[in-house]
Protein backbone atom coordinates (compact mmCIF):
# COMPACT_ATOMS: atom_id res chain seq x y z
CA UNK A 1 0.00 0.00 0.00
CA UNK A 2 2.64 2.34 1.17
CA UNK A 3 3.99 1.91 -2.75
CA UNK A 4 0.97 2.59 -4.43
CA UNK A 5 0.10 6.50 -3.22
CA UNK A 6 -3.42 6.94 -4.80
CA UNK A 7 -2.74 10.43 -7.06
CA UNK A 8 -6.18 11.41 -7.91
CA UNK A 9 -8.62 14.50 -9.45
CA UNK A 10 -12.46 14.67 -10.51
CA UNK A 11 -14.92 16.19 -12.33
CA UNK A 12 -17.81 17.96 -10.18
CA UNK A 13 -20.96 15.57 -10.85
CA UNK A 14 -23.61 17.18 -9.18
CA UNK A 15 -26.97 15.54 -10.89
CA UNK A 16 -29.98 16.85 -9.84
CA UNK A 17 -32.08 16.28 -12.98
CA UNK A 18 -35.49 17.60 -11.40
CA UNK A 19 -36.41 21.20 -12.15
CA UNK A 20 -36.32 23.97 -9.43
CA UNK A 21 -40.02 24.37 -8.65
CA UNK A 22 -39.57 28.60 -9.08
CA UNK A 23 -36.86 28.83 -11.64
CA UNK A 24 -36.65 26.00 -13.76
CA UNK A 25 -33.49 25.52 -13.58
CA UNK A 26 -31.58 21.85 -13.39
CA UNK A 27 -28.25 21.48 -11.44
CA UNK A 28 -26.45 18.86 -14.08
CA UNK A 29 -22.64 19.79 -13.90
CA UNK A 30 -21.60 18.35 -17.10
CA UNK A 31 -24.59 19.72 -18.92
CA UNK A 32 -23.74 23.42 -17.45
CA UNK A 33 -20.40 23.22 -18.67
CA UNK A 34 -20.83 21.65 -21.50
CA UNK A 35 -18.78 18.52 -20.82
CA UNK A 36 -21.45 15.92 -22.37
CA UNK A 37 -20.21 17.69 -25.51
CA UNK A 38 -16.40 18.02 -24.87
CA UNK A 39 -15.76 15.16 -22.78
CA UNK A 40 -13.04 14.03 -24.93
CA UNK A 41 -11.18 16.91 -24.42
CA UNK A 42 -11.55 17.08 -21.06
CA UNK A 43 -9.97 13.97 -20.34
CA UNK A 44 -7.82 13.93 -22.94
CA UNK A 45 -6.10 17.19 -20.82
CA UNK A 46 -6.09 15.46 -18.02
CA UNK A 47 -2.91 13.20 -19.33
CA UNK A 48 -0.59 15.99 -18.59
CA UNK A 49 -1.21 15.63 -15.01
CA UNK A 50 0.31 12.23 -14.59
CA UNK A 51 -2.48 10.27 -12.38
CA UNK A 52 -3.73 6.96 -12.36
CA UNK A 53 -7.15 7.72 -10.44
CA UNK A 54 -10.07 9.92 -11.17
CA UNK A 55 -13.18 10.08 -9.21
CA UNK A 56 -15.91 10.29 -12.38
CA UNK A 57 -19.50 10.28 -11.66
CA UNK A 58 -22.24 8.74 -13.80
CA UNK A 59 -25.34 10.71 -14.03
CA UNK A 60 -27.98 7.87 -13.43
CA UNK A 61 -30.67 10.08 -13.95
CA UNK A 62 -29.59 10.17 -17.69
CA UNK A 63 -28.65 6.82 -18.31
CA UNK A 64 -31.99 5.43 -16.62
CA UNK A 65 -34.66 7.53 -18.60
CA UNK A 66 -37.29 4.77 -17.94
CA UNK A 67 -37.96 2.06 -14.68
CA UNK A 68 -35.65 -0.89 -16.10
CA UNK A 69 -34.43 0.55 -19.40
CA UNK A 70 -30.85 1.83 -19.79
CA UNK A 71 -29.22 4.29 -22.34
CA UNK A 72 -25.97 3.74 -22.27
CA UNK A 73 -24.89 5.44 -25.67
CA UNK A 74 -22.79 8.05 -23.91
CA UNK A 75 -20.88 6.37 -21.23
CA UNK A 76 -19.92 3.46 -23.56
CA UNK A 77 -17.89 6.16 -25.45
CA UNK A 78 -16.58 7.72 -22.01
CA UNK A 79 -15.40 5.10 -20.04
CA UNK A 80 -13.10 3.14 -22.18
CA UNK A 81 -11.83 5.93 -23.88
CA UNK A 82 -10.48 7.13 -20.30
CA UNK A 83 -9.11 3.56 -19.08
CA UNK A 84 -8.11 2.39 -22.60
CA UNK A 85 -6.53 5.86 -24.45
CA UNK A 86 -6.43 8.08 -21.26
CA UNK A 87 -4.72 5.30 -18.76
CA UNK A 88 -7.00 6.55 -15.82
CA UNK A 89 -8.79 4.25 -13.17
CA UNK A 90 -12.14 5.76 -12.96
CA UNK A 91 -13.50 5.34 -8.82
CA UNK A 92 -17.27 5.74 -10.42
CA UNK A 93 -19.36 7.58 -7.83
CA UNK A 94 -22.33 5.91 -8.71
CA UNK A 95 -24.55 8.48 -7.11
CA UNK A 96 -23.85 12.41 -6.68
CA UNK A 97 -27.13 13.29 -4.91
CA UNK A 98 -29.92 13.18 -7.46
CA UNK A 99 -32.60 10.14 -8.37
CA UNK A 100 -34.03 9.82 -12.08
CA UNK A 101 -36.94 11.76 -12.93
CA UNK A 102 -40.01 8.66 -12.67
CA UNK A 103 -38.90 7.42 -9.08
CA UNK A 104 -41.54 9.08 -7.50
CA UNK A 105 -40.71 10.27 -3.95
CA UNK A 106 -36.90 10.08 -4.78
CA UNK A 107 -34.90 8.39 -1.94
CA UNK A 108 -38.73 7.78 0.06
CA UNK A 109 -39.76 5.63 -2.96
CA UNK A 110 -40.07 2.16 -1.33
CA UNK A 111 -38.27 0.77 -4.37
CA UNK A 112 -35.23 3.13 -4.32
CA UNK A 113 -32.77 1.19 -2.72
CA UNK A 114 -33.70 -1.83 -5.34
CA UNK A 115 -33.55 0.21 -8.03
CA UNK A 116 -30.25 2.16 -6.99
CA UNK A 117 -29.07 -1.68 -6.62
CA UNK A 118 -30.30 -2.60 -10.40
CA UNK A 119 -28.53 0.30 -11.70
CA UNK A 120 -25.08 -0.05 -9.79
CA UNK A 121 -25.05 -3.54 -10.96
CA UNK A 122 -26.08 -3.16 -14.62
CA UNK A 123 -22.99 -0.46 -14.99
CA UNK A 124 -20.78 -2.80 -13.31
CA UNK A 125 -21.64 -5.66 -15.36
CA UNK A 126 -21.43 -4.02 -18.74
CA UNK A 127 -18.40 -1.95 -18.04
CA UNK A 128 -16.52 -5.10 -16.22
CA UNK A 129 -12.53 -5.15 -17.11
CA UNK A 130 -12.90 -1.69 -16.88
CA UNK A 131 -14.07 -0.75 -13.80
CA UNK A 132 -13.59 -1.79 -10.45
CA UNK A 133 -13.68 1.09 -8.25
CA UNK A 134 -17.01 2.33 -7.01
CA UNK A 135 -18.18 4.98 -4.20
CA UNK A 136 -21.90 3.82 -4.14
CA UNK A 137 -23.27 7.77 -2.94
CA UNK A 138 -21.25 10.76 -2.22
CA UNK A 139 -21.19 12.63 0.73
CA UNK A 140 -24.71 11.35 2.47
CA UNK A 141 -24.37 13.52 4.94
CA UNK A 142 -24.93 16.75 2.97
CA UNK A 143 -27.45 14.47 1.16
CA UNK A 144 -29.37 13.79 3.62
CA UNK A 145 -28.97 17.42 4.63
CA UNK A 146 -30.18 19.13 1.48
CA UNK A 147 -32.72 16.30 0.78
CA UNK A 148 -34.14 15.94 3.93
CA UNK A 149 -33.60 18.89 6.36
CA UNK A 150 -33.24 22.57 4.18
CA UNK A 151 -35.99 21.12 2.07
CA UNK A 152 -33.73 22.57 -1.08
CA UNK A 153 -33.79 19.00 -3.56
CA UNK A 154 -35.77 16.49 -3.76
CA UNK A 155 -37.88 15.39 -1.67
CA UNK A 156 -37.94 18.78 -0.13
CA UNK A 157 -38.45 17.47 3.61
CA UNK A 158 -37.46 19.97 6.34
CA UNK A 159 -36.42 19.31 9.61
CA UNK A 160 -34.28 16.73 11.94
CA UNK A 161 -37.03 14.03 10.91
CA UNK A 162 -36.90 14.62 7.26
CA UNK A 163 -33.52 14.43 7.41
CA UNK A 164 -33.49 11.08 9.68
CA UNK A 165 -35.98 9.66 7.06
CA UNK A 166 -33.99 10.48 3.97
CA UNK A 167 -30.85 9.41 6.07
CA UNK A 168 -32.08 5.92 6.51
CA UNK A 169 -33.24 5.46 2.69
CA UNK A 170 -29.65 6.21 2.10
CA UNK A 171 -28.19 4.10 4.17
CA UNK A 172 -30.32 1.08 2.32
CA UNK A 173 -29.29 2.12 -1.10
CA UNK A 174 -26.01 2.27 -0.45
CA UNK A 175 -26.18 -1.23 1.61
CA UNK A 176 -28.20 -2.82 -1.51
CA UNK A 177 -25.63 -1.31 -3.82
CA UNK A 178 -22.44 -2.75 -2.29
CA UNK A 179 -24.09 -6.00 -1.28
CA UNK A 180 -25.07 -6.38 -5.27
CA UNK A 181 -21.61 -5.17 -6.54
CA UNK A 182 -19.96 -7.55 -4.20
CA UNK A 183 -21.57 -10.36 -6.16
CA UNK A 184 -21.13 -8.85 -9.71
CA UNK A 185 -17.56 -8.10 -9.13
CA UNK A 186 -15.74 -9.98 -6.82
CA UNK A 187 -12.74 -7.67 -6.98
CA UNK A 188 -14.88 -4.41 -6.38
CA UNK A 189 -13.06 -1.69 -4.12
CA UNK A 190 -15.69 0.04 -2.67
CA UNK A 191 -14.46 3.60 -1.66
CA UNK A 192 -17.15 5.41 0.78
CA UNK A 193 -16.79 8.95 0.25
CA UNK A 194 -18.24 11.14 3.60
CA UNK A 195 -17.97 15.40 3.78
CA UNK A 196 -15.70 15.97 7.10
CA UNK A 197 -15.68 19.17 9.37
CA UNK A 198 -13.66 19.85 12.62
CA UNK A 199 -15.40 21.43 15.11
CA UNK A 200 -13.63 23.49 17.93
CA UNK A 201 -15.42 24.91 21.15
CA UNK A 202 -14.23 27.76 22.51
CA UNK A 203 -15.11 27.74 26.24
CA UNK A 204 -16.08 25.13 28.79
CA UNK A 205 -19.64 23.27 28.91
CA UNK A 206 -19.52 22.40 24.82
CA UNK A 207 -17.56 19.45 24.73
CA UNK A 208 -20.59 17.49 24.24
CA UNK A 209 -22.02 19.34 21.14
CA UNK A 210 -18.34 18.42 19.72
CA UNK A 211 -18.72 15.11 20.74
CA UNK A 212 -22.59 14.88 19.21
CA UNK A 213 -21.16 16.76 16.19
CA UNK A 214 -18.55 13.63 16.09
CA UNK A 215 -21.39 10.70 15.93
CA UNK A 216 -23.40 12.32 13.74
CA UNK A 217 -20.92 13.04 11.20
CA UNK A 218 -19.62 8.81 11.15
CA UNK A 219 -23.43 7.56 11.60
CA UNK A 220 -24.50 7.09 7.90
CA UNK A 221 -21.28 4.99 7.56
CA UNK A 222 -22.11 3.01 11.08
CA UNK A 223 -25.36 2.22 9.63
CA UNK A 224 -24.11 0.44 6.18
CA UNK A 225 -21.59 -0.98 8.22
CA UNK A 226 -24.03 -2.83 10.57
CA UNK A 227 -22.23 -0.69 13.52
CA UNK A 228 -25.54 1.01 15.03
CA UNK A 229 -26.54 -1.46 17.81
CA UNK A 230 -28.00 -1.26 21.26
CA UNK A 231 -24.83 -0.30 22.32
CA UNK A 232 -24.52 2.42 19.49
CA UNK A 233 -24.19 6.15 21.43
CA UNK A 234 -26.38 7.55 18.46
CA UNK A 235 -29.68 4.91 18.97
CA UNK A 236 -31.29 6.97 20.91
CA UNK A 237 -31.24 9.88 18.78
CA UNK A 238 -32.54 7.97 15.93
CA UNK A 239 -35.27 6.39 17.70
CA UNK A 240 -36.19 9.71 18.90
CA UNK A 241 -36.49 10.59 15.57
CA UNK A 242 -39.12 8.18 15.28
CA UNK A 243 -36.37 5.65 12.55
CA UNK A 244 -38.10 2.36 12.94
CA UNK A 245 -36.04 -0.56 14.99
CA UNK A 246 -37.08 -2.71 11.81
CA UNK A 247 -35.15 -0.49 9.76
CA UNK A 248 -32.21 -0.35 12.07
CA UNK A 249 -31.98 -4.35 12.54
CA UNK A 250 -32.10 -4.74 8.67
CA UNK A 251 -29.25 -2.58 8.13
CA UNK A 252 -27.67 -4.60 11.06
CA UNK A 253 -28.52 -8.01 9.50
CA UNK A 254 -26.71 -6.31 6.48
CA UNK A 255 -24.30 -5.19 7.55
CA UNK A 256 -21.48 -4.05 4.37
CA UNK A 257 -17.66 -4.05 4.12
CA UNK A 258 -16.74 -1.08 2.85
CA UNK A 259 -12.27 -0.75 1.86
CA UNK A 260 -11.17 2.91 1.95
CA UNK A 261 -13.31 5.45 3.94
CA UNK A 262 -12.83 8.57 1.56
CA UNK A 263 -13.05 12.03 3.49
CA UNK A 264 -13.61 15.49 2.00
CA UNK A 265 -12.23 18.67 3.09
CA UNK A 266 -12.47 22.14 2.13
CA UNK A 267 -10.52 24.76 4.01
CA UNK A 268 -13.37 27.22 3.71
CA UNK A 269 -16.30 24.96 4.71
CA UNK A 270 -14.79 22.17 6.52
CA UNK A 271 -13.54 24.12 10.12
CA UNK A 272 -16.09 25.84 12.64
CA UNK A 273 -16.03 26.93 15.78
CA UNK A 274 -18.83 26.76 18.32
CA UNK A 275 -19.50 29.48 21.13
CA UNK A 276 -21.85 30.35 23.57
CA UNK A 277 -24.18 28.73 26.33
CA UNK A 278 -27.18 26.19 26.24
CA UNK A 279 -28.37 23.63 23.59
CA UNK A 280 -27.96 26.60 20.42
CA UNK A 281 -24.10 27.20 20.64
CA UNK A 282 -23.02 29.86 17.56
CA UNK A 283 -21.26 28.72 15.07
CA UNK A 284 -18.83 30.12 12.74
CA UNK A 285 -16.52 29.08 10.06
CA UNK A 286 -12.90 29.91 10.20
CA UNK A 287 -10.31 29.10 7.27
CA UNK A 288 -8.43 25.35 8.16
CA UNK A 289 -5.16 24.15 8.00
CA UNK A 290 -3.31 21.15 7.92
CA UNK A 291 -3.64 20.82 11.61
CA UNK A 292 -7.28 20.82 11.18
CA UNK A 293 -7.43 18.68 7.88
CA UNK A 294 -4.43 15.82 10.08
CA UNK A 295 -7.13 15.62 12.86
CA UNK A 296 -9.82 14.97 10.72
CA UNK A 297 -7.87 11.97 9.37
CA UNK A 298 -6.83 10.58 12.47
CA UNK A 299 -10.75 10.85 13.68
CA UNK A 300 -11.93 8.75 10.77
CA UNK A 301 -8.65 6.10 11.08
CA UNK A 302 -9.41 5.70 15.28
CA UNK A 303 -12.65 5.48 14.19
CA UNK A 304 -13.48 2.90 11.43
CA UNK A 305 -9.76 1.36 11.56
CA UNK A 306 -9.82 1.24 7.56
CA UNK A 307 -7.22 3.54 5.19
CA UNK A 308 -8.05 6.75 4.29
CA UNK A 309 -7.77 8.91 1.45
CA UNK A 310 -8.82 12.58 0.68
CA UNK A 311 -11.42 12.42 -1.62
CA UNK A 312 -12.20 15.91 -2.30
CA UNK A 313 -10.14 18.63 -1.18
CA UNK A 314 -9.55 22.42 -2.59
CA UNK A 315 -10.00 26.07 -2.07
CA UNK A 316 -12.35 28.52 -3.44
CA UNK A 317 -10.04 31.36 -4.13
CA UNK A 318 -7.36 33.12 -6.67
CA UNK A 319 -4.09 30.35 -7.95
CA UNK A 320 -1.94 31.97 -5.49
CA UNK A 321 -4.04 31.24 -2.43
CA UNK A 322 -5.18 27.28 -3.99
CA UNK A 323 -1.45 26.67 -4.80
CA UNK A 324 -1.22 27.58 -0.99
CA UNK A 325 -3.69 25.52 -0.07
CA UNK A 326 -2.34 22.45 -2.28
CA UNK A 327 1.29 22.72 -0.27
CA UNK A 328 -0.30 22.56 2.75
CA UNK A 329 -2.45 19.75 2.89
CA UNK A 330 -0.19 17.56 1.02
CA UNK A 331 2.25 18.80 3.95
CA UNK A 332 -0.88 17.83 6.18
CA UNK A 333 -1.18 13.98 4.49
CA UNK A 334 2.81 13.74 5.46
CA UNK A 335 2.70 14.42 8.47
CA UNK A 336 -0.75 12.35 9.07
CA UNK A 337 1.63 9.26 7.34
CA UNK A 338 4.66 9.53 9.68
CA UNK A 339 2.30 9.40 12.85
CA UNK A 340 0.96 6.01 11.14
CA UNK A 341 -2.30 6.92 9.67
CA UNK A 342 -2.77 5.55 6.42
CA UNK A 343 -4.04 7.96 4.06
CA UNK A 344 -3.48 6.09 1.01
CA UNK A 345 -4.80 9.08 -2.07
CA UNK A 346 -5.19 12.52 -2.43
CA UNK A 347 -7.90 13.91 -4.41
CA UNK A 348 -7.91 17.56 -6.23
CA UNK A 349 -11.52 18.22 -6.71
CA UNK A 350 -12.65 19.79 -8.72
CA UNK A 351 -9.98 19.62 -11.43
CA UNK A 352 -12.08 21.89 -13.49
CA UNK A 353 -13.75 24.93 -11.77
CA UNK A 354 -17.55 24.20 -11.58
CA UNK A 355 -21.02 25.64 -11.01
CA UNK A 356 -21.93 26.80 -7.51
CA UNK A 357 -25.40 25.09 -6.44
CA UNK A 358 -27.13 28.24 -5.65
CA UNK A 359 -27.36 28.20 -9.73
CA UNK A 360 -30.10 26.01 -9.54
CA UNK A 361 -32.42 28.27 -7.54
CA UNK A 362 -30.83 31.73 -8.71
CA UNK A 363 -31.90 33.76 -11.60
CA UNK A 364 -28.24 35.44 -12.49
CA UNK A 365 -26.25 34.46 -15.29
CA UNK A 366 -24.57 30.86 -15.52
CA UNK A 367 -21.24 32.87 -15.79
CA UNK A 368 -22.12 34.30 -12.26
CA UNK A 369 -21.69 30.90 -10.33
CA UNK A 370 -18.50 30.06 -11.58
CA UNK A 371 -16.50 28.56 -8.66
CA UNK A 372 -12.86 28.74 -9.26
CA UNK A 373 -11.57 26.01 -7.57
CA UNK A 374 -9.64 23.91 -10.13
CA UNK A 375 -7.02 23.39 -11.38
CA UNK A 376 -8.07 24.64 -14.88
CA UNK A 377 -9.94 27.66 -15.09
CA UNK A 378 -13.65 28.42 -16.41
CA UNK A 379 -14.55 31.06 -18.90
CA UNK A 380 -17.33 31.66 -21.36
CA UNK A 381 -16.15 32.97 -25.11
CA UNK A 382 -18.20 34.89 -26.68
CA UNK A 383 -19.93 32.52 -28.43
CA UNK A 384 -21.14 30.94 -24.86
CA UNK A 385 -18.85 28.23 -24.99
CA UNK A 386 -16.72 27.29 -21.81
CA UNK A 387 -13.27 27.09 -22.16
CA UNK A 388 -10.75 25.46 -19.96
CA UNK A 389 -7.98 27.70 -19.21
CA UNK A 390 -4.67 25.92 -17.71
CA UNK A 391 -3.14 27.54 -14.73
CA UNK A 392 -0.19 27.09 -12.68
CA UNK A 393 -1.39 24.64 -10.35
CA UNK A 394 -1.38 22.22 -13.49
CA UNK A 395 2.27 21.85 -13.20
CA UNK A 396 2.39 22.08 -9.28
CA UNK A 397 0.17 19.25 -9.08
CA UNK A 398 1.77 17.18 -11.84
CA UNK A 399 5.23 17.61 -10.02
CA UNK A 400 3.53 15.75 -6.73
CA UNK A 401 2.16 13.15 -8.61
CA UNK A 402 5.67 12.71 -10.39
CA UNK A 403 6.96 12.58 -7.43
CA UNK A 404 4.81 9.32 -5.94
CA UNK A 405 5.02 7.99 -2.34
CA UNK A 406 8.19 10.54 -2.02
CA UNK A 407 6.18 13.73 -1.95
CA UNK A 408 4.12 12.74 0.96
CA UNK A 409 6.33 10.41 2.51
CA UNK A 410 6.21 6.71 3.99
CA UNK A 411 3.48 5.75 6.87
CA UNK A 412 4.68 4.89 10.00
CA UNK A 413 4.56 1.78 11.44
CA UNK A 414 2.34 1.82 14.85
CA UNK A 415 -0.65 -0.52 15.98
CA UNK A 416 -4.24 0.00 14.61
CA UNK A 417 -6.81 1.03 16.30
CA UNK A 418 -9.30 -0.94 17.52
CA UNK A 419 -12.04 0.92 15.65
CA UNK A 420 -15.40 1.92 16.62
CA UNK A 421 -13.30 4.08 19.39
CA UNK A 422 -15.35 6.68 21.37
CA UNK A 423 -13.65 10.07 20.12
CA UNK A 424 -12.72 12.91 22.15
CA UNK A 425 -11.12 15.09 20.13
CA UNK A 426 -12.88 17.80 17.91
CA UNK A 427 -14.35 16.30 14.67
CA UNK A 428 -17.15 16.83 11.57
CA UNK A 429 -20.35 17.42 12.70
CA UNK A 430 -23.71 16.86 10.38
CA UNK A 431 -26.15 19.56 10.42
CA UNK A 432 -28.83 19.47 13.57
Given amino acids: MDDDFMWAVGI ?9 RRTGRVLDEYQLLDHYGLWRDDL ?12 YGIPWYRVAPEAGRFDWSWTDQVVPHLVQRVGIEPIVDLMHYGCPIWLEGEFLNPGYPERVA ?32 SGSWPPYLRGPRGYTRVLIALAKGM ?19 EA ?11 EHHVERAFLKQFLPTDLVLGRVDAGHPMLGWL ?10 DWLREHGQRIDIMGINFYPTMSTARISGEGDRPRSRNFYGSATDLG ?17 ETSDFARVQRRAQWMDDSVAGVRDARERGVPVVGYTWFPVYSHVG ?43 LVAGGNASVGSIASVPAPAGHAAMTAPAPPTPS
Fill in 12 to 20: EDTFIGQPH
Fill in 239 to 248: LDHRVATSDL
Fill in 118 to 149: EYAVAFAERYHGLVRYFTPLNEPVVNAFFCGQ
Fill in 295 to 311: VVLSAHYSHFGLPVMIT
Fill in 357 to 399: WDYRGGRRPLEAYICDMGLWDIRADSDGTFRRHRTPLVDRYAA
Fill in 196 to 206: SQRVVADGAGL
Fill in 44 to 55: DRLGELGVRFMR
Fill in 175 to 193: SATISALRAAVPDAVIVQV
